[in-house]
DNA sequence: GCATATGGTTCACACTATGAATGAACAAAC
DNA sequence: GTTTGTTCATTCATAGTGTGAACCATATGC
C-alpha cells in the first residue's frame, strides 16, 4: 500500500475530521492491548505457550492435521511448527502418526489429554467472549456485532493494499 | 476471573444466542489478526524490531523518557528496556544523557534521526488508519466509532475480572 | 533407474521477554 | 561522616517465537 495509498482515500470524497481518526487509532490500539493481554492470561492460565495454544485449537475443526498444514493455518514455516509439535508432543497434547498412504507425511492428532486441555481452554474463551456480550444491552449489542462486520471489512479491504 | 466468571455473567439477564457468541468470537480474532499482521508489515517497512518501533512511539508524547517509565508504558521488565534502548542506541535513534539532578537516572531523548523516524512512522499510522475509515460512509464511520467504545468499555470491564 | 518434487527435521541465527544478581547513587539515621 | 536501606539501571542466564538454509527420506514422472 502506502506508496498508492498516500495520495488519495479511495471511496467517500468527504473529508474525515482528524479527531475521529486519532479516536480510532486510540480505540484500535486499546482493542489490541485487550486482546494480547488475554493472550497471556491464557498462556498462564493453561501453563502453555503461546503457540502450542494456538496451535491447540486448530485441532478443534479437524481430527487430523499435518505439519505443513499447521504451518499455513498459523502462518509460520515448518521449521517452527516442528518445534511447536516437538514441545507438543513432550507434553502428551498430541501424537504423531505415519500416513500410511504416503509416508513422508506425519499425521497429527489430540491425545485424551489434548482434548480434555482443548475443552478446557474452549470453555474459557467461550465464557469470556459471552461476559464481554453480557455487559451490552441486547439492542446494544446487535448494533455492535453488525458494526464490527463492518469494520472487518473495511479492515482486511486496506489490508489487501498493504503488501 | 472465571471461577466467579462461570457462575452467571453479571448485567443482562436475557439469554445471549449463542451464534452471536460464535459471530463476536470470529470477528475479534479477525480484528486481532489484521492488527498483528499491521505490526510485522511495519516492522519490515521501517526496518525496526516490534519493540524498538513500539518504544520509539512513545516519544510522540514526551520529550524525555526514563527506562523505568518505558517499562510501566511498554509493560515489561526494566532489564528488557534496557536491550530495547540499547539497540535503538545502537541505530542512532536515541541518545542516553544523565539526569543532572539525580545521576542514577538516565534521560532517554530522540536523535534528529529518531525523530525523522518516528514523523514517518505516525504518518504511516495515520494514513492507514484514514484509508479505513474512508471505506465506510460518514453516518457509518460515527456508527463504528461509536459502537466501538461500548466494546472498548466491555472489554475493560471484563479486563478486570481477569487477573 | 534416475532426476526431481515434496514433507519433515536439524541447525544457526535473531528478536521478545523474564527474573535474579550486581553496582552505582541517593537519602537518612546514628 | 560512615552505615543502612532504597532506587535506578545494567548484566547474565534462561525460555519462547520465528526465519532460512541445508539435509534426508520418500514419492512421482520420464
Request: proline share 4%; aromatic share 6%.
Given at each position: ?54 496451535c491447540?485449537?486448530?485441532f478443534?475443526?479437524?481430527?487430523y492435521l499435518t505439519p505443513?498444514g499447521i ?14 509439535i516437538?514441545?507438543m508432543v513432550?507434553?502428551?497434547?498430541i501424537q504423531r502418526v ?8 506425519t499425521l497429527l492428532s489430540l ?53
Amino acid at each position: 500500500m502506502v506508496h498508492t495509498m498516500n495520495e488519495q482515500t479511495t471511496q467517500s470524497n468527504d473529508t474525515i475530521p482528524s479527531y475521529q481518526v486519532d479516536q480510532f487509532q486510540g480505540l484500535i490500539a486499546k482493542l489490541f492491548q485487550c486482546c494480547q493481554e488475554r493472550m497471556q492470561y491464557q498462556s498462564d492460565r493453561f501453563k502453555l505457550p503461546d503457540a502450542e495454544l494456538r496451535c491447540l485449537q486448530l485441532f478443534a475443526h479437524e481430527r487430523y492435521l499435518t505439519p505443513k498444514g499447521i504451518a499455513h493455518k498459523m502462518n509460520v514455516v515448518k521449521s517452527r511448527v516442528t518445534k511447536i509439535i516437538d514441545g507438543m508432543v513432550r507434553r502428551k497434547l498430541i501424537q504423531r502418526v505415519k500416513d500410511p498412504e504416503d509416508s513422508r507425511i506425519t499425521l497429527l492428532s489430540l491425545t485424551p489429554k489434548g482434548q480434555d486441555k482443548l475443552n478446557e481452554i474452549n470453555y474459557f474463551l467461550e465464557s469470556i467472549h459471552l461476559e464481554v456480550l453480557s455487559q451490552m444491552a441486547p439492542e446494544q449489542r446487535k448494533a455492535v456485532l453488525s458494526n464490527l462486520e463492518v469494520l472487518k471489512a473495511s479492515m482486511e479491504a486496506v489490508k489487501e493494499l498493504m503488501v
